[in-house]
C-alpha cells in the first residue's frame, strides 16, 4: 500500500511537471520566465499574456480534461465488455460525433447556415453532441432489450460503421474546401477549447468520472464474469446501462470538443495495471486519470514541435508517440 | 439522422447578426462595384466603410470595417475599426500576392500559410530571409506563431463555418479581414476584389485604374474570337477517386469558356460550383469533346497509365489535352493558384491560344501547359 501511495505522489509531480511543460512550451518565442508572469499575473506585453493565458493554459487543461475522460471511457468499456482491445469509440459514440460534424461541414452552406452562424464555433460542438447522443439513444434502446454484453458490443461497432459509412457518402458530395474542414476536424485539435467551452466540457466530464468513483465494487465484480456479479447480487442489465451511459456521455463531450483522439483510451488502462500490477478499480481508476492526462499532456508538447513549418494533428501523436512507450512496459512485462 | 440533427440545432435559441447598411447622408459616396457581387464601399467625410456581403444569407453582412486615417471619433461600434494604411498583414489566401504586387504592398506580407506551396518569387524570398513566417496548414494556422507577429490584420478565406482561428485571433485584438472572392463566380467579378483589399492600403484609385486595365484587357481577348464561326467543343476537370469533379454551368471556369468562345455540355446549367460526375456520366457526355482543360496529370503516358478508359475521349486521341502546370516550383507552388484571379485575360487568352491558335499567333501559355 505504501509503495502504491508513492507512485501515485511520484505520478502526481510527474503531471505537474507535464502541466507547467506544455504552458512553457510552444510555437511563440516565450522564455519560462516570461509564461510564468503571464501566467500569475501580467508578462508587461498583452501579446505573451494572451498565448500564455487565454492560449496555452486551456489547451493545457483540455489535454488534463480529455486524457482523463478518454482513459477513463476505455477502462469501462474493457472493464464491462471483458476485452482488452475495446475503447471509448466501441460504443459508435465517436463516429456518431464525427457526423454530426460531418453533416454540420457539408450543409453548413445551405438552409440551416443563419443558425450555424450564430452560434460560431460552438455549432461544430453542438452538432458533435447532437450525433452522439443519436448513437448513446441507439445503444441504450439495444441494451434495454438485449441481455448480452458482446451482442451489445458488436452492434455498438455496427452503430460505428454505419455512422461511418454515411460520413464516406457525405464526403464524397462535398467540395474539396468542406472536405478539409471536416478532415482537418478529425486530426484533433485541443487548442480549439476555450475558456468559453471549458465549462461545459468540465461540467460533463467531471458528472462522468465522478460516478465512475461510485461504481468500483460494481467494476470489480464484473471483471470476475457477469454470472459472478449476478450471483454476487448486482443487477448486471441495470449497471451495464449505467456503464454505458457515462462512458457516451464523456466520450461524446471530448470528442465533440477536441474532435477524435485514439489511442490513449484503448491503451492507458493497460499501461495503469500493467503499472500497479493489479486490476483492482480502487487503484486503476485514478491511476487511469492520471496516466491519460500524462500522454495527453506530453502528446501536445510533442505535437507542438514543427515538422515543415506544420504542427502534428494530436490524434496521431498520441499513437506514433505512445506505442513505442506501451510497447516497452509489454516487452519488460511479457504480457499486458 | 438527417432530421434529427436538424430539428436539434433548430431547437436552439439563435441571435441573428442585423443587417446593417450605412445610414444615407449626404456625405456619403457609395463606390459601386461594376461585377463583384460581394463587397461594398462607402465613403464619408471621416472613414471608409467596407462591408462583405454574407453569400449565404442574402441582405446580410459577413463583416464591417471602418477605415480611418487619423482619428476614430465618430465610428459607428457596428464594426470593425481600423486604421489605414495597414502596415503588416498575415495572408492566408495565396490568390491575394498579386493583388498586393500590383498595389505595391507585397512587402507589408509578414506571414502566410503552407510557404512550400507558393510560388510568387518575392514571397518566397521573404520565407527564406525569415521576414515572412510561415504560419502552415491554411486550414488550421497556427496561433502562437501569428499572434506573435503582431500583424494589424490577417486576410483569411471565410467559409460557411466561423473557424476557431479567426476567432481566436479576433478575441485577441487582431482584426481579421474576410475574403470571398471565391464564391463569385464571373472572372471580371473576382478580379474586381483588388479595389476590396486596396482600400486596406488607402490605394483605392490605383485599384481603379488597374482595374479598368484587367477589364479592357479581358475585353479585348473576348474580342479576338467573337465571330468564331464553328464553336469547339471542351471538357473540364478531372478524376479525384473516383468521382470525376466538372465546373458547373455558372462557375468561374464555364464562364471562361462562354467568353473563350468555347461550347461547354453544361453550359445551361445553374450550378456555381463544381458537379461530382462518375466516368460512364463522363465518357458518354464529353467522349466527343475536342479539348479538355483541367487535366491533372503531365503526360498523355501518365494519362494512359492511371486509367486507359481516358485513352477513350476524343481529346485525348487528338492531343488536345491541357493541365494547369505552366508555372510551378519543384515544392508544389503553381502560380494558376496566385495570380491568375488578378490576370483573368491571361486565362482567357490561355484557352484561347488552345483552341483557336490563328487568332493569338504570337501568345504563349501562361498558366496552362499541353500534356507531353
Same mark, same amino acid.
Given at each position: 500500500?505504501?509503495?502504491?501511495?508513492?507512485?501515485?505522489?511520484? *505520478?502526481?509531480?510527474?503531471?505537474?511537471?507535464?502541466?507547467?511543460?506544455?504552458?512553457?512550451?510552444?510555437?511563440?518565442?516565450?522564455?519560462?520566465?516570461?509564461?510564468?508572469?503571464?501566467?500569475?499575473?501580467?508578462?508587461?506585453?498583452?501579446? %505573451?499574456?494572451?498565448?500564455?493565458?487565454?492560449?496555452?493554459?486551456?489547451?493545457?487543461?483540455?489535454?488534463?480534461?480529455?486524457?482523463?475522460?478518454?482513459?477513463?471511457?476505455?477502462?469501462?468499456?474493457?472493464?464491462?465488455?471483458?476485452?482488452?482491445?475495446?475503447?471509448?469509440? %466501441?460504443?459508435?459514440?465517436?463516429?456518431?460525433?464525427?457526423?454530426?460534424?460531418?453533416?454540420?461541414?457539408?450543409?453548413?452552406?445551405?438552409?440551416?447556415?443563419?443558425?450555424?452562424?450564430?452560434?460560431?464555433?460552438?455549432?461544430?460542438?453542438?452538432?458533435?453532441?447532437?450525433?452522439?447522443?443519436?448513437?448513446?439513444?441507439?445503444?441504450?434502446?439495444?441494451?434495454?432489450?438485449?441481455?448480452?454484453?458482446?451482442?451489445?458490443?458488436?452492434?455498438?461497432?455496427?452503430?460505428?460503421?454505419?455512422?461511418?459509412?454515411?460520413?464516406?457518402?457525405?464526403?464524397?458530395?462535398?467540395?474539396?474546401?468542406?472536405?478539409?474542414?471536416?478532415?482537418?476536424?478529425?486530426?484533433?485539435?485541443?487548442?480549439?477549447?476555450?475558456?468559453?467551452?471549458?465549462?461545459?466540457?468540465?461540467?460533463?466530464?467531471?458528472?462522468?468520472?465522478?460516478?465512475?468513483?461510485?461504481?468500483?465494487?460494481?467494476?470489480?465484480?464484473?471483471?470476475?464474469?457477469?454470472?459472478?456479479?449476478?450471483?454476487?447480487?448486482?443487477?448486471?442489465?441495470?449497471?451495464?446501462?449505467?456503464?454505458?451511459?457515462?462512458?457516451?456521455?464523456?466520450?461524446?463531450?471530448?470528442?465533440?470538443?477536441?474532435?477524435?483522439?485514439?489511442?490513449?483510451?484503448?491503451?492507458?488502462?493497460?499501461?495503469?495495471?500493467?503499472?500497479?500490477?493489479?486490476?483492482?478499480?480502487?487503484?486503476?481508476?485514478?491511476?487511469?486519470?492520471?496516466?491519460?492526462?500524462?500522454? *495527453?499532456?506530453?502528446?501536445?508538447?510533442?505535437?507542438?514541435?514543427?515538422?515543415?513549418?506544420?504542427?502534428?494533428?494530436?490524434?496521431?501523436?498520441?499513437?506514433?508517440?505512445?506505442?513505442?512507450?506501451?510497447?516497452?512496459?509489454?516487452?519488460?512485462?511479457?504480457?499486458? | 439522422?438527417?432530421?434529427?440533427?436538424?430539428?436539434?440545432?433548430?431547437?436552439?435559441?439563435?441571435?441573428?447578426?442585423?443587417?446593417?447598411?450605412?445610414?444615407?447622408?449626404?456625405?456619403?459616396?457609395?463606390?459601386?462595384?461594376?461585377?463583384?457581387?460581394?463587397?461594398?464601399?462607402?465613403?464619408?467625410?471621416?472613414?471608409?466603410?467596407?462591408?462583405? *456581403?454574407?453569400?449565404?444569407?442574402?441582405?446580410?453582412?459577413?463583416?464591417?470595417?471602418?477605415?480611418?486615417?487619423?482619428?476614430?471619433?465618430?465610428?459607428?461600434?457596428?464594426?470593425?475599426?481600423?486604421?489605414?494604411?495597414?502596415?503588416?498583414?498575415?495572408?492566408?489566401?495565396?490568390?491575394?500576392?498579386?493583388?498586393?504586387?500590383?498595389?505595391?504592398?507585397?512587402?507589408?506580407?509578414?506571414?502566410?500559410?503552407?510557404?512550400?506551396?507558393?510560388?510568387?518569387?518575392?514571397?518566397?524570398?521573404?520565407?527564406?530571409?525569415?521576414?515572412?513566417?510561415?504560419?502552415?496548414?491554411?486550414?488550421?494556422?497556427?496561433?502562437?506563431?501569428?499572434?506573435?507577429?503582431?500583424?494589424?490584420?490577417?486576410?483569411?478565406?471565410?467559409?460557411?463555418?466561423?473557424?476557431?482561428?479567426?476567432?481566436?485571433?479576433?478575441?485577441?485584438?487582431?482584426?481579421?479581414?474576410?475574403?470571398?472572392?471565391?464564391?463569385?463566380?464571373?472572372?471580371?467579378?473576382?478580379?474586381?476584389?483588388?479595389?476590396?483589399?486596396?482600400?486596406?492600403?488607402?490605394?483605392?484609385?490605383?485599384?481603379?485604374?488597374?482595374?479598368?486595365?484587367?477589364?479592357?484587357?479581358?475585353?479585348?481577348?473576348?474580342?479576338?474570337?467573337?465571330?468564331?464561326?464553328?464553336?469547339?467543343?471542351?471538357?473540364?476537370?478531372?478524376?479525384?477517386?473516383?468521382?470525376?469533379?466538372?465546373?458547373?454551368?455558372?462557375?468561374?471556369?464555364?464562364? *471562361?469558356?462562354?467568353?473563350?468562345?468555347?461550347?461547354?455540355?453544361?453550359?445551361?446549367?445553374?450550378?456555381?460550383?463544381?458537379?461530382?460526375?462518375?466516368?460512364?456520366?463522363?465518357?458518354?457526355?464529353?467522349?466527343?469533346?475536342?479539348?479538355?482543360?483541367?487535366?491533372?496529370?503531365?503526360?498523355?503516358?501518365?494519362?494512359?497509365?492511371?486509367?486507359?478508359?481516358?485513352?477513350?475521349?476524343?481529346?485525348?486521341?487528338?492531343?488536345? %489535352?491541357?493541365?494547369?502546370?505552366?508555372?510551378?516550383?519543384?515544392?508544389?507552388?503553381?502560380?494558376?493558384?496566385?495570380?491568375?484571379?488578378?490576370?483573368?485575360?491571361?486565362?482567357?487568352?490561355?484557352?484561347?491560344?488552345?483552341?483557336?491558335?490563328?487568332?493569338?499567333?504570337?501568345?504563349?501559355?501562361?498558366?496552362?501547359?499541353?500534356?507531353?
Amino acid at each position: 500500500m505504501k509503495s502504491k501511495t508513492s507512485i501515485f505522489i511520484l *505520478l502526481l509531480v510527474i503531471l505537474f511537471a507535464a502541466f507547467i511543460g506544455d504552458i512553457f512550451t510552444g510555437n511563440a518565442p516565450i522564455s519560462a520566465a516570461k509564461a510564468w508572469a503571464a501566467l500569475f499575473g501580467t508578462s508587461g506585453d498583452a501579446i %505573451v499574456d494572451e498565448i500564455v493565458f487565454n492560449y496555452r493554459l486551456p489547451k493545457a487543461l483540455t489535454a488534463i480534461l480529455a486524457g482523463s475522460a478518454l482513459s477513463v471511457s476505455g477502462l469501462l468499456m474493457q472493464t464491462l465488455f471483458r476485452n482488452p482491445l475495446a475503447g471509448p469509440d %466501441v460504443l459508435g459514440v465517436s463516429a456518431g460525433a464525427g457526423l454530426g460534424v460531418a453533416l454540420l461541414t457539408m450543409l453548413s452552406g445551405s438552409a440551416i447556415y443563419p443558425l450555424i452562424s450564430s452560434m460560431g464555433s460552438m455549432a461544430q460542438v453542438v452538432a458533435a453532441i447532437a450525433g452522439a447522443i443519436l448513437v448513446l439513444m441507439l445503444i441504450l434502446g439495444v441494451s434495454a432489450r438485449i441481455n448480452d454484453s458482446v451482442t451489445i458490443l458488436v452492434l455498438g461497432m455496427i452503430f460505428g460503421y454505419v455512422a461511418s459509412a454515411a460520413i464516406t457518402i457525405l464526403q464524397s458530395f462535398a467540395d474539396p474546401d468542406s472536405l478539409k474542414v471536416f478532415v482537418t476536424w478529425t486530426f484533433g485539435s485541443l487548442g480549439a477549447v476555450t475558456w468559453n467551452k471549458i465549462p461545459l466540457l468540465t461540467g460533463l466530464i467531471f458528472i462522468g468520472i465522478a460516478a465512475t468513483f461510485f461504481l468500483q465494487k460494481t467494476l470489480n465484480s464484473l471483471l470476475l464474469g457477469e454470472r459472478y456479479a449476478s450471483s454476487a447480487g448486482l443487477n448486471v442489465r441495470q449497471m451495464r446501462i449505467v456503464i454505458i451511459t457515462i462512458t457516451a456521455v464523456i466520450t461524446g463531450a471530448v470528442t465533440a470538443f477536441t474532435g477524435p483522439i485514439a489511442f490513449v483510451g484503448v491503451v492507458i488502462p493497460h499501461f495503469a495495471r500493467a503499472f500497479f500490477g493489479t486490476v483492482n478499480h480502487k487503484t486503476i481508476i485514478p491511476a487511469t486519470l492520471i496516466l491519460g492526462s500524462i500522454l *495527453l499532456l506530453v502528446c501536445d508538447i510533442v505535437s507542438q514541435i514543427p515538422v515543415a513549418n506544420r504542427t502534428l494533428p494530436i490524434n496521431a501523436v498520441t499513437a506514433i508517440f505512445g506505442a513505442p512507450m506501451i510497447i516497452w512496459v509489454v516487452l519488460k512485462r511479457k504480457k499486458l | 439522422m438527417y432530421v434529427f440533427v436538424l430539428l436539434l440545432l433548430s431547437g436552439c435559441t439563435s441571435k441573428q447578426t442585423k443587417k446593417t447598411t450605412p445610414e444615407t447622408d449626404d456625405s456619403n459616396i457609395v463606390v459601386k462595384t461594376k461585377y463583384a457581387t460581394g463587397f461594398a464601399i462607402t465613403h464619408t467625410n471621416h472613414y471608409t466603410r467596407v462591408d462583405i *456581403l454574407n453569400p449565404w444569407l442574402p441582405g446580410e453582412n459577413y463583416a464591417t470595417y471602418y477605415l480611418y486615417k487619423k482619428d476614430d471619433s465618430g465610428i459607428p461600434n457596428n464594426g470593425i475599426k481600423l486604421k489605414i494604411p495597414l502596415q503588416s498583414l498575415v495572408v492566408n489566401t495565396f490568390a491575394y500576392f498579386e493583388f498586393l504586387h500590383r498595389l505595391g504592398e507585397l512587402d507589408k506580407i509578414t506571414g502566410t500559410s503552407d510557404g512550400f506551396r507558393v510560388y510568387n518569387p518575392a514571397i518566397l524570398e521573404g520565407l527564406k530571409n525569415n521576414t515572412i513566417a510561415d504560419l502552415g496548414d491554411p486550414f488550421q494556422m497556427n496561433l502562437e506563431k501569428t499572434l506573435a507577429l503582431k500583424p494589424e490584420a490577417i486576410l483569411t478565406s471565410a467559409y460557411a463555418q466561423r473557424d476557431t482561428y479567426s476567432e481566436r485571433v479576433s478575441e485577441a485584438g487582431f482584426p481579421v479581414i474576410y475574403n470571398l472572392e471565391w464564391m463569385e463566380n464571373s472572372p471580371l467579378a473576382r478580379a474586381e476584389w483588388i479595389k476590396l483589399i486596396a482600400a486596406f492600403f488607402d490605394k483605392e484609385s490605383l485599384a481603379d485604374s488597374l482595374f479598368t486595365e484587367i477589364e479592357s484587357r479581358y475585353r479585348a481577348a473576348e474580342d479576338l474570337v467573337k465571330n468564331i464561326p464553328q464553336k469547339h467543343t471542351v471538357m473540364a476537370g478531372d478524376n479525384f477517386q473516383g468521382t470525376w469533379y466538372v465546373p458547373g454551368g455558372n462557375s468561374f471556369n464555364a464562364l *471562361l469558356f462562354r467568353d473563350a468562345q468555347l461550347d461547354y455540355f453544361y453550359s445551361g446549367n445553374k450550378e456555381g460550383g463544381s458537379l461530382g460526375l462518375d466516368i460512364e456520366t463522363v465518357l458518354t457526355q464529353f467522349g466527343k469533346a475536342e479539348y479538355w482543360f483541367g487535366c491533372t496529370a503531365k503526360s498523355y503516358e501518365e494519362l494512359a497509365a492511371k486509367d486507359p478508359k481516358y485513352l477513350l475521349l476524343k481529346s485525348v486521341k487528338d492531343k488536345h %489535352v491541357f493541365n494547369n502546370d505552366n508555372r510551378t516550383t519543384a515544392s508544389g507552388g503553381n502560380d494558376y493558384f496566385e495570380s491568375a484571379v488578378a490576370n483573368p485575360d491571361l486565362l482567357l487568352k490561355d484557352l484561347i491560344k488552345a483552341a483557336y491558335p490563328k487568332r493569338l499567333p504570337e501568345y504563349e501559355y501562361t498558366y496552362i501547359k499541353p500534356l507531353q
